[in-house]
């Protein structure tokens, strides 16, 4: 077998990567519990010349358990599912919008399990 090297990444220094690691390490339990924490819901979207439409199916999540949030041109939709008043789940999308999207005048409404969300698009005039 041939010698091993180290492959260097020429936009990190060693010292960082180093630290990196260090803080990766200490805190591998809290990162492992972030990264499991979140599940992402089945969603679809499509467009046609004046809307976006987006669909994002919630399970057994009520109304009041769910926050929507538009940030710049992305939309953010974070549920929680209880079962007898107790945490089961956290669902969490991020969905990014086109640039032709009008944020400001988005609606949404939640019907049964599934959350619609319609932006308006607008098409600068040539």
């Known amino acids: 077998m041939g010698k ?3 492959k260097r990444l020429p936009f990190l220094e ?3 990567l180093n630290t990196f690691v260090k803080i990766l390490k200490r805190n591998i339990h809290a990162v492992r519990k972030a990264m499991g924490q979140f599940e992402e819901p089945y969603s679809e979207m499509s ?3 004046r809307y976006i439409l987006i669909k994002i199916v919630l ?4 109304k009041r358990h769910l926050t929507l949030k538009m940030v710049g041109r992305t ?3 974070l549920a929680e599912q209880k079962h007898h008043g107790r945490h089961v789940k956290t669902y ?3 969905i990014a919008l086109p640039s032709t999207a009008n944020a400001l005048q988005a609606s949404a409404t939640y019907v049964g399990e599934t959350l ?3 932006v308006p698009q607008f098409f600068p005039r040539v």
Do not use: G, H, L
């Open 4 to 6: 091993r090297t180290k």
């Open 14 to 16: 060693e010292a960082d």
């Open 47 to 49: 467009q046609n010349f």
């Open 59 to 62: 399970p057994a999540v009520e």
């Open 75 to 77: 939309v953010e939709v």
């Open 92 to 94: 969490y999308r991020s």
């Open 116 to 118: 619609y969300i319609k």
